[in-house]
């Protein structure tokens, strides 16, 4: 009924409703004596007064303002009378520490249990088999081994989960928050998903961050200069990328002196290059991050464990060691090869006991640094792709080019850049000449991130290994 | 009905009850509860109810409803919203800050639900079982063993066998109220002002008072949108679910001081609620005293909530 003043009360209820004239100045005034009880509102004005209309309601103690045809609507996660029910069922808990305690601890969180495995191994072709489910919403190029390109899928929620675990591994890597300047250099060849992840990683942790792109002609003065202009403290990218950087621009930074730390992302140093980048001020020298683009980030260095010496992020991975001839778990620190289980992969392809193509063993004890979470220490690579310089390089795409027996070492040449040695009994010239077309190869070989030298040899020549007498395909002596 | 660590019992003493189930909370406290483990059974009740694999006395709406409400998606949906992503996660808030933040269960909490919506008692468990809490429920008269039934179900389809531990329901009488909250670390009760009040003088003190109260609703009107639709909508809306959520409109306010505008109103609001099926009312202020406000909670998942008879309900009613 239809009342010309502004005493508000209830409805008797039942389809009964009061009309009141109620100007928007009078709204607080008016409504404050209900404020305690004041809910919904369906706001029904033109479009250009919703949003002064709305500050005022909200202003006069109304919590919730919806259409009048779904007044009775909510959704999942609204709030309710002014307050998230879940909040009211819980409490909001704080620890602080003194400064000097785990100072590179990102969480105080306690080990999940690790579930037990019984899926089938699942290898690279396995992997990138698998149709990408309707929660990917973003995706990564990851180093097709058969040539075309594969995908890897990850939902945001993932990716957000996995960035914030890198964050915390760099944290506990020595990266300080509050004082570094961080250089980005992981753009570079065919691996862009190092830029952007380590982006994301940089940006949760708050640290000051000049992302960079890696020049494509091998000059590094701008970047250098860069470097010294903005006091930058610390470098992340590719071995490769920072080897050439300092290799060619040492003059300079050794004058500048100021690049304390450099992460790197999973690969070692050798220790000619570690040599040179110490001789231009750098203090520490990690490989911070190792993870891959098909299974996201596995693990970070702390500052108590040598380098190649890993924490696994057990937030988001699960890890298994299993042996090499029989897939059961190694005994103690046996060597075997990683199973990674993804435990923050919604969106994309399930990562369930993927054989990521690496070698590694368990290291017994718990870690100096405060860390609680189990570490492993990263061998080589056995599977069929090869990290050589900025990008991969695929075993199965040498094979098919070269149609003979073949073997590789890798290993540094005297300045330090790496170095690919192929041993193959075709002549040098003709073995170039097949290769001439794999542009993956070429364009680092091109860009000085790379030495190739072929050799000619027959394969009773090939290199075998002392203890089983195989003759391995690989030999990676990059260390 | 009881139900006391997954089992239901047709009898049982209160004593008895609260002496076995207070024996057994420290250990059912010191044990987190991951949110994964509440969710993944919610969802396979969902999936039980959905191929109608219970004999559970729910009609088809009441089966849909608890299914959409059980959805694990929207559950996990809503778990982000309230409480962020990584609740549960005791990290730095800031990395340059060695202070460390998380969300955790407040510990027991003791649910006094409704009688006029009959699904709200179970959805409200499952609400602070998402938290992480122990859960006992004092259901309402009417409620006839129903949510007994229902989380029995719904603890039978739990692989980990931890929530039988954080769910108990306690048909206590109204004098036995302040004897089941007083071991309670949160009081959660639905309700008008007095049955509200006389609840909360019983808790013990330190304990959380969590109440659901009776709300007021309204429509906010400006004469340039006082078309014929906007009126048919706003008595649309009056006359559904006999206005008893708390979301329903009371009031309608308009935009004006113009006595000329609010008659027209008034007289163009007449000839509508005159229409069948709408037959909704105008009241006069004075022509009769408003005796309670609406007596529902609007639930966030599409459970409906159910118009009762006036004076049916019991010491507990439903806040808004």
New interface residues.
């Given amino acids: 009924m239809w009342s010309h003043d502004r005493q508000l009360a209830p409805s008797p209820l039942f389809r009964s409703v009061l009309l009141h004239p109620l100007p928007q100045a009078l709204l607080t005034a008016a409504l404050l004596p209900w404020r305690n009880v004041l809910q919904s509102c369906a706001l029904m004005c033109a479009q250009s007064r919703i949003a002064e209309l709305t500050h005022a309601l909200i202003a006069a103690g109304v919590t919730r303002i919806a259409p009048i045809g779904s007044i009775h609507d909510g959704y999942a996660g609204e709030p309710h009378d002014g307050v998230y029910a879940l909040q009211r069922l819980s409490r909001r808990v704080s620890v602080s520490l003194a400064a000097t305690q785990l100072p590179n601890q990102a969480s105080l969180d306690l080990p999940p249990l690790a579930a037990k495995s019984c899926a089938a191994i699942m290898n690279k072709e396995a992997f990138v088999a698998q149709p990408i489910n309707d929660q990917a919403q973003l995706y990564f190029r990851s180093g097709g081994s058969s040539g075309t390109p594969a995908l890897a899928g990850y939902s945001y929620r993932d990716f957000d989960r996995q960035m914030r675990a890198t964050a915390d591994g760099l944290f506990a890597a020595g990266l300080d928050p509050a004082r570094d300047r961080v250089m980005n250099l992981f753009f570079c060849g065919g691996l862009y998903g190092g830029f952007l992840s380590f982006s994301k990683a940089l940006e949760l942790l708050e640290v000051t961050h000049l992302p960079m792109a890696a020049p494509a002609d091998d000059d590094y003065r701008e970047i250098a200069q860069l470097i010294i202009d903005q006091r930058v403290n610390v470098l992340v990218g590719m071995p490769a990328t920072l080897h050439r950087l300092f290799l060619n621009e040492q003059e300079r930074l050794r004058a500048y002196g100021g690049v304390e730390k450099v992460f790197l992302g999973g690969e070692h140093l050798s220790e000619q290059n570690r040599a040179l980048l110490r001789s231009c001020g750098v203090s520490s020298i990690r490989s911070a991050i190792y993870g891959s683009v098909d299974a996201g980030p596995l693990g970070h260095a702390c500052k108590a464990s040598a380098d190649g010496v890993f924490h696994l992020m057990n937030a988001i991975q699960h890890l298994e060691v299993v042996a090499f001839d029989e897939d059961v778990p190694v005994i103690g620190d046996q060597v075997g090869r990683l199973l990674v289980t993804s435990l923050a992969r919604e969106g994309g392809q399930r990562v369930q006991r993927y054989e990521i193509g690496d070698t590694g063993r368990w290291l017994p004890g718990v870690c100096a640094c405060g860390l609680t979470s189990p570490r492993f220490e990263l061998l080589q690579r056995h599977g069929k792709l090869l990290r050589i310089g900025t990008d991969f390089i695929s075993l199965s795409d040498l094979a098919s080019r070269l149609q003979v027996p073949f073997q590789l070492q890798l290993d540094h040449s005297a300045d330090g850049v790496e170095r690919m040695q192929l041993h193959c009994e075709l002549a040098a010239d003709i073995a170039k000449h097949r290769l001439a077309d794999y542009l993956t190869l070429m364009t680092v070989v091109d860009s000085g991130l790379l030495v190739l030298q072929i050799e000619q040899c027959p394969p009773e020549h090939f290199v075998q290994n002392k203890h089983s007498g195989k003759t391995p395909l690989v030999i990676d002596s990059r260390r | 009905m009881y139900l006391i660590n997954g089992q239901l019992h047709h009898a049982y003493s209160l004593d008895q009850a609260l002496q076995d189930l207070q024996q057994a909370l420290p250990q059912h406290l010191a044990r987190a509860l991951d949110s994964r483990t509440v969710i993944d059974a919610v969802a396979g009740f969902a999936r039980q109810l959905h191929d109608a694999h219970s004999d559970l006395p729910l009609d088809n709406e009441q089966r849909q409803a608890l299914i959409d409400f059980c959805q694990p998606e929207?559950?996990a949906?809503?778990?982000?919203?309230?409480?962020g992503?990584?609740a549960?996660?005791?990290?730095?808030f800031?990395?340059?800050q060695?202070?460390?933040?998380?969300?955790?269960?407040?510990g027991l909490?003791v649910h006094i639900t409704p009688a006029n919506a009959p699904l709200l008692a179970f959805c409200a468990v499952v609400?602070?079982l998402?938290?992480?809490?122990v859960n006992w429920l004092r259901p309402s008269r009417s409620d006839q063993g129903l949510t007994a039934r229902l989380l029995r179900a719904l603890v039978d389809c739990d692989a980990s066998g931890q929530l039988a531990g954080h769910v108990a329901v306690i048909p206590a009488s109204t004098e036995q109220i302040g004897k089941l909250c007083k071991p309670a670390n949160?009081v959660?009760a639905w309700g008008g002002e007095a049955a509200l009040q006389a609840i909360r003088q019983q808790l013990v003190p330190g304990c959380?008072w969590?109440d659901?109260?009776?709300?007021?609703?309204?429509?906010?009107?400006?004469p340039?949108?006082?078309t014929p639709e906007?009126l048919d909508?706003?008595a649309?809306?009056?006359?559904?679910?006999?206005?008893?959520?708390?979301?329903?409109?009371?009031?309608?306010?308009?935009?004006?001081?113009?006595?000329q505008?609010?008659?027209i109103?008034?007289n163009a609001?007449r000839r509508r609620c005159n229409d069948a099926p709408?037959?909704?009312?105008?009241?006069?202020?004075q022509?009769?005293?408003?005796?309670?406000?609406?007596r529902t909670?609007?639930?966030?998942?599409?459970v409906r909530?159910l118009p009762v008879t006036p004076g049916k309900c019991g010491m507990a009613q439903a806040g808004?």
């Fill in positions: 929207a559950l949906y809503k778990r982000q919203r309230e409480l992503a990584d549960d996660s005791l990290r730095r800031d990395y340059r060695p202070r460390f933040e998380a969300w955790r269960p407040l909490v609400e602070s998402l938290a992480g809490n949160g959660a959380r969590i659901w109260g009776h709300r007021i609703s309204f429509v906010y009107l400006t340039e949108s006082s906007a909508a706003v649309d809306e009056v006359c559904r679910l006999d206005q008893q959520a708390c979301s329903s409109p009371q009031w309608l306010l308009v935009d004006s001081d113009d006595p505008f609010c008659a109103s008034v609001w709408r037959n909704g009312r105008l009241w006069y202020r022509s009769r005293k408003p005796r309670k406000l609406p909670r609007r639930w966030p998942a599409s909530v808004g």
